[in-house]
């Protein structure tokens, strides 16, 4: 798991002032250098963009593999069930078999002969017959036992598919992780790079303000001297006339905004979910997280959803089908909005055509316009 970028949160504010530079361009944020800087924010906007849907597919099929490796695991766990009952079923059918070849022993050899040469014949009929019983029972349980160790070796080789299914699944994931990981210092990188930048930039502007100030503060106090020397020199040519003094005031008018008008909430689950929701705004975005404290974007859907009863996957790809489609138009507070051709992202629709999500690393959970752009539709959870 990841933490916080130092200055990530103030990225946004700092993406749109526009007053972001990349390696290679201007250190001076002088008039001359506006266009250069404004072709340096849109290619980090472009790299971030870039970094941001590749850690989130890259979290999202690592999130699938978990689902896959819990199926494994549990198919690990029943194969070994089978092998232990087969097992059961291999010796239960051997005890059987030693019983009944025993029998067949003891009632074999001379004695068969002696029934065959007694006086009685009803008696040499029953004894022929119960010795067939015995024929045909030891047959029986030779079948049964041939058949009980064709399951254990069927047993056995289930089991062993299953481990090295989970095996496979294990690796798969430790490959994902290590792209995450990948990604997200890739991200740090560039944030971090982005942030001392915007910090320089920021010097420069307050640099430049104080000699500004300290300059028009020089000019104005030259400005009084001259202009005292002047009123001076006009009282001593014209002693009859009024020294003039003028005064200038300033006002002031303000404005006010209505407040906007908080959208409407569903109904339900979707109050409790969507409330939930903006309970968890401003937590930080950490890669496989599903809460308390830190949650990606899957996880935090999975989790304001489970407040309201309804048991989600962590996973953008299963939250897909995990509920009813509904077009753009039906779009009510609540509603799971997913988002490029491979569902990389999802978040909670809060109505008025804003979501709550949980984007990238480096920020946090917060309430945005929905991204129509890459917008893939929409599923309603518990329909």
Not at 179 to 194: F, K, M, P, W, Y
Not at 254 to 279: H, W
Not at 306 to 334: C, D
Request: with cysteine.
């Amino acid at each position: 798991m990841f933490g916080r970028l130092p200055g990530a949160l103030g990225l946004i504010s700092i993406l749109a002032g526009g007053i972001i530079l990349l390696p290679g361009a201007a250190t001076s944020a002088r008039a001359d250098d506006i266009d250069t800087i404004n072709r340096d924010i849109a290619a980090a906007q472009q790299q971030l963009t870039e970094l941001t849907h590749s850690t989130e597919a890259a979290t999202e099929a690592f999130n699938a593999g978990r689902l896959r490796l819990s199926a494994a695991e549990q198919a690990v766990s029943t194969a070994t069930e089978n092998v232990r009952r087969a097992g059961n079923a291999v010796r239960a059918a051997a005890d059987r078999r030693r019983a009944l070849g025993s029998a067949t022993y003891r009632s074999g050899g001379l004695e068969q002969l002696s029934v065959l040469f007694s006086g009685d014949p009803g008696t040499a009929l029953d004894r022929v017959g119960a010795m067939d019983s015995l024929a045909r029972r030891g047959r029986a349980a030779e079948i049964e036992l041939r058949s009980a160790r064709h399951d254990l070796t069927g047993a056995q080789a289930a089991a062993q598919e299953a481990l090295a299914e989970r095996q496979r699944e294990t690796a798969s994931l430790e490959e994902r992780k290590k792209r995450i990981e990948a990604s997200v210092t890739a991200q740090r990188a560039l944030l971090d790079d982005l942030v001392a930048r915007h910090a320089e930039l920021v010097r420069q502007a307050h640099a430049r303000e104080e000699a500004a100030r300290r300059a028009g503060e020089l000019a104005a106090a030259a400005a009084a001297q001259a202009q005292a020397r002047a009123a001076a020199a006009e009282r001593d040519q014209l002693r009859s006339r009024s020294d003039l003094i003028g005064s200038t005031s300033l006002g002031s008018t303000g404005t006010s905004v209505a407040p906007a008008r908080p959208p409407a909430i569903g109904s339900g689950g979707a109050v409790v979910a969507v409330a939930q929701a903006r309970a968890q705004l401003g937590k930080p975005y950490v890669w496989g997280a599903a809460g308390p404290d830190a949650f990606d974007c899957s996880g935090l859907t999975q989790w304001v959803w489970a407040k309201a009863g309804v048991a989600l996957s962590h996973f953008t790809g299963a939250q897909w089908n995990e509920g009813r489609r509904v077009s753009r138009g039906e779009l009510i507070p609540g509603d799971l909005v997913f988002f490029g051709e491979d569902l990389h992202h999802v978040g909670i629709y809060v109505g008025n055509g804003s979501m709550i999500d949980a984007p990238r690393t480096g920020t946090v959970i917060r309430l945005e316009p929905v991204w129509w752009e890459t917008y893939a539709g929409a599923v309603r959870p518990g329909a």
